[in-house]
């Protein structure tokens, strides 16, 4: 039993969150087998929040336990559940034969619901939680655990894998544990009976995230590789009429983080250092997100390569070739359709670029 899991159990509320969903499974399974609970067992109930109130769990939760020193009740998707649904019910008043455990699962929908579900109504529910003297579980990772938990998963498949082969993974599955770990199912098939799983079958068979498609346009265009450039935009607006939605959701707020993170390198260069062991100095003008040192070192080192080849000057028009992108697509400047807007940032950005490098 690992400590997390050792202290959580001192408590009668237990809250399951975070980003990777790998991990939240994992310490659900690992709660209930430390406090012998099994999947049938007569004294384990589970009930989902979009169907249920806050009262039905105290109501579960706080029946007599039958066969077990304890009653266990799991809710699912909590972060359905509405906090206002929580008034006139006190979780800190739970017998102690109480096991509540709330699980604050992956939602879909809207990108705008997702990201509130993500942060106001998940940090409402740690915070109610918490007051009530309950546990809170974790399951945000950095790069650095990420890679860590991968190369554990990758063993437990029998396979081996390279350091930059594991970096693709987690770069085109954009940082994400979780997804790394779906595919990872996926090339172990691929394979076959091959002992290796190689950089080049990564590239093959995963299927990149979005924000890996923004990070290959905008390495395109600075590399100015127009025709590169204009493709991954495609990719990422599956058709024309989708074209504004994918630019304001997805692809503005994405070029705008990889230009400010080349920035940053440019900073880096100038200094001659590296993100990792910058002077405070440098550190000073990074922004808190996103602060290039604590990027992955795979992001880092494609940034670095790519900030070698600029200058300042020509990436702060680059930014002012964003926002005019941005005002043309709001109709404050003349465009055309969102397609064409689009493919003018990319042709302009080329062409700042374009000119002799470092």
């Not at 109501?59 to 304890?70: I, K, W």
């Not at 346009?217 to 991954?232: G, H, S, T, W, Y």
């Not at 670095?304 to 000057?313: D, H, P, V």
Request: with cysteine; net charge neutral; hydrophobic share 45%.
């Amino acid at each position: 039993m690992s400590p997390a899991i050792e202290k959580a159990l001192k408590h009668r509320v237990i809250l399951i969150a975070g980003e990777e969903e790998t991990l939240r499974r994992r310490a659900l399974t690992d709660l209930l087998a430390a406090a012998e609970v099994d999947k049938d067992d007569f004294d384990l109930e589970v009930l989902d929040a979009d169907g249920s109130v806050p009262m039905d769990w105290v109501a579960s939760v706080g029946t007599a336990p039958f066969l077990a020193a304890r009653r266990t009740t799991v809710v699912r998707h909590l972060l359905r559940c509405e906090l206002d649904k929580l008034k006139g019910t006190d979780l800190s008043k739970l017998p102690e034969t109480s096991l509540l455990i709330l699980v604050a699962d992956d939602e879909g929908g809207s990108e705008d619901r997702v990201q509130r579900m993500k942060t106001t109504v998940r940090k409402g529910w740690e915070k109610a939680v918490t007051s009530a003297g309950g546990s809170l579980l974790s399951c945000d990772v950095n790069a650095a655990k990420s890679k860590d938990e991968l190369k554990l998963a990758v063993a437990g498949t029998g396979k081996s894998m390279s350091d930059k082969a594991i970096d693709a993974l987690l770069e085109m599955t954009g940082g994400s544990l979780s997804r790394a770990v779906d595919e990872l199912e996926k090339l172990v098939l691929f394979v076959g009976p091959a002992e290796q799983i190689r950089e080049s079958d990564v590239r093959t068979i995963v299927v990149p995230s979005r924000e890996w498609n923004v990070f290959k346009m905008v390495d395109a265009i600075v590399a100015n590789e127009v025709p590169e450039a204009l493709r991954q935009l495609r990719v990422l607006v599956s058709n024309n009429s989708k074209a504004e939605d994918a630019a304001f959701r997805q692809i503005l707020p994405q070029v705008s983080r990889q230009l400010r993170m080349l920035w940053q390198g440019c900073l880096c260069v100038e200094s001659k250092c590296s993100p990792s062991n910058a002077p405070a100095s440098v550190l000073a003008m990074f922004p808190e997100k996103p602060n290039l040192s604590k990027e992955p070192p795979y992001r880092q080192n494609a940034v670095m390569n790519s900030a070698r080849r600029l200058m300042l000057g020509r990436l702060e028009r680059c930014f002012g070739i964003l926002s005019d992108t941005d005002a043309r697509l709001k109709g404050a400047l003349p465009g055309f359709s969102a397609m064409e807007t689009l493919e003018r940032m990319i042709l302009e950005m080329a062409s700042v670029l374009a000119a002799p490098r470092r």
